[in-house]
Nanobody, 115 residues
Framework: QVQLVESGGGLVQPGGSLRLSCAASRISFSLFDMAWYRQAPGKERELVAVIIDSGITNYADSVQGRFIISRDNVKKTMYLQMNSLKPEDTAVYYC?????????WGQGTQVTVSS
Protein backbone atom coordinates (compact mmCIF):
# COMPACT_ATOMS: atom_id res chain seq x y z
CA GLN A 1 0.00 0.00 0.00
CA VAL A 2 1.37 3.38 -1.04
CA GLN A 3 2.05 5.78 1.81
CA LEU A 4 2.81 9.48 1.82
CA VAL A 5 3.60 10.83 5.27
CA GLU A 6 3.98 14.54 5.87
CA SER A 7 5.85 16.02 8.81
CA GLY A 8 7.32 19.31 9.95
CA GLY A 9 4.18 21.37 10.49
CA GLY A 10 3.56 23.44 13.57
CA LEU A 11 3.03 26.90 15.01
CA VAL A 12 5.36 29.67 13.85
CA GLN A 13 5.37 33.43 14.17
CA PRO A 14 4.94 35.68 11.13
CA GLY A 15 8.25 36.04 9.33
CA GLY A 16 9.43 32.66 10.54
CA SER A 17 10.36 29.50 8.66
CA LEU A 18 9.31 25.87 8.57
CA ARG A 19 10.45 22.89 6.54
CA LEU A 20 7.90 20.28 5.58
CA SER A 21 8.80 16.75 4.53
CA CYS A 22 6.84 14.13 2.65
CA ALA A 23 8.21 10.60 2.92
CA ALA A 24 6.95 8.14 0.32
CA SER A 25 6.93 4.38 0.45
CA ARG A 26 5.95 1.61 -1.93
CA ILE A 27 6.13 3.76 -5.06
CA SER A 28 8.71 4.32 -7.78
CA PHE A 29 9.26 7.78 -6.41
CA SER A 30 11.54 9.10 -9.16
CA LEU A 31 8.81 8.58 -11.78
CA PHE A 32 6.23 10.65 -9.95
CA ASP A 33 5.44 14.33 -10.25
CA MET A 34 5.27 15.56 -6.66
CA ALA A 35 3.39 18.53 -5.30
CA TRP A 36 2.36 20.38 -2.18
CA TYR A 37 -1.22 21.57 -1.78
CA ARG A 38 -2.83 23.42 1.07
CA GLN A 39 -6.33 23.96 2.37
CA ALA A 40 -7.30 26.74 4.71
CA PRO A 41 -10.53 26.63 6.74
CA GLY A 42 -13.51 27.39 4.54
CA LYS A 43 -11.44 27.43 1.36
CA GLU A 44 -10.77 25.00 -1.45
CA ARG A 45 -7.56 23.03 -1.66
CA GLU A 46 -5.00 24.92 -3.73
CA LEU A 47 -1.72 24.03 -5.39
CA VAL A 48 1.30 25.52 -3.63
CA ALA A 49 4.25 24.09 -5.54
CA VAL A 50 5.09 21.24 -7.88
CA ILE A 51 8.31 19.46 -8.80
CA ILE A 52 8.12 17.08 -11.74
CA ASP A 53 10.24 13.98 -12.32
CA SER A 54 12.88 15.99 -14.17
CA GLY A 55 13.25 18.39 -11.26
CA ILE A 56 11.53 21.35 -12.89
CA THR A 57 9.56 23.38 -10.36
CA ASN A 58 6.60 25.72 -10.40
CA TYR A 59 5.00 27.82 -7.67
CA ALA A 60 1.77 29.56 -6.89
CA ASP A 61 2.13 33.32 -7.19
CA SER A 62 1.33 33.70 -3.49
CA VAL A 63 4.43 31.75 -2.43
CA GLN A 64 6.86 32.56 -5.26
CA GLY A 65 10.15 33.77 -3.82
CA ARG A 66 9.35 32.57 -0.28
CA PHE A 67 8.90 28.79 -0.63
CA ILE A 68 11.29 26.27 -2.15
CA ILE A 69 10.24 22.78 -3.20
CA SER A 70 12.81 20.02 -3.58
CA ARG A 71 13.07 16.26 -3.73
CA ASP A 72 15.53 13.52 -2.88
CA ASN A 73 14.84 10.50 -5.07
CA VAL A 74 17.23 8.29 -3.09
CA LYS A 75 15.44 9.01 0.18
CA LYS A 76 12.04 9.07 -1.58
CA THR A 77 11.29 12.33 0.16
CA MET A 78 9.97 15.70 -0.95
CA TYR A 79 10.50 18.93 0.96
CA LEU A 80 8.97 22.37 1.19
CA GLN A 81 11.13 25.07 2.72
CA MET A 82 8.81 27.87 3.77
CA ASN A 83 10.34 31.25 4.60
CA SER A 84 8.89 34.65 5.46
CA LEU A 85 5.69 32.98 6.55
CA LYS A 86 2.51 35.02 6.71
CA PRO A 87 -0.75 34.44 8.61
CA GLU A 88 -2.43 33.73 5.27
CA ASP A 89 -0.14 30.71 4.85
CA THR A 90 -2.04 29.03 7.68
CA ALA A 91 -3.53 25.80 6.34
CA VAL A 92 -3.29 22.04 6.28
CA TYR A 93 -0.53 21.14 3.84
CA TYR A 94 -0.89 17.99 1.79
CA CYS A 95 1.63 15.98 -0.18
CA UNK A 96 0.55 14.67 -3.60
CA UNK A 97 2.17 12.13 -5.91
CA UNK A 98 0.98 11.71 -9.49
CA UNK A 99 2.06 9.39 -12.32
CA UNK A 100 -0.21 8.49 -15.22
CA UNK A 101 -3.44 7.19 -13.65
CA UNK A 102 -1.96 6.94 -10.16
CA UNK A 103 -2.72 9.80 -7.80
CA UNK A 104 -1.89 9.62 -4.08
CA TRP A 105 -2.37 11.95 -1.13
CA GLY A 106 -0.87 12.21 2.31
CA GLN A 107 -2.89 12.82 5.46
CA GLY A 108 -1.78 16.44 5.81
CA THR A 109 0.17 18.47 8.33
CA GLN A 110 -1.09 21.64 10.02
CA VAL A 111 0.83 24.88 9.59
CA THR A 112 -0.28 27.80 11.73
CA VAL A 113 1.30 31.24 11.38
CA SER A 114 0.34 33.44 14.27
CA SER A 115 1.84 35.77 16.85
Amino acid sequence: QVQLVESGGGLVQPGGSLRLSCAASRISFSLFDMAWYRQAPGKERELVAVIIDSGITNYADSVQGRFIISRDNVKKTMYLQMNSLKPEDTAVYYCNAKFRDSNYWGQGTQVTVSS
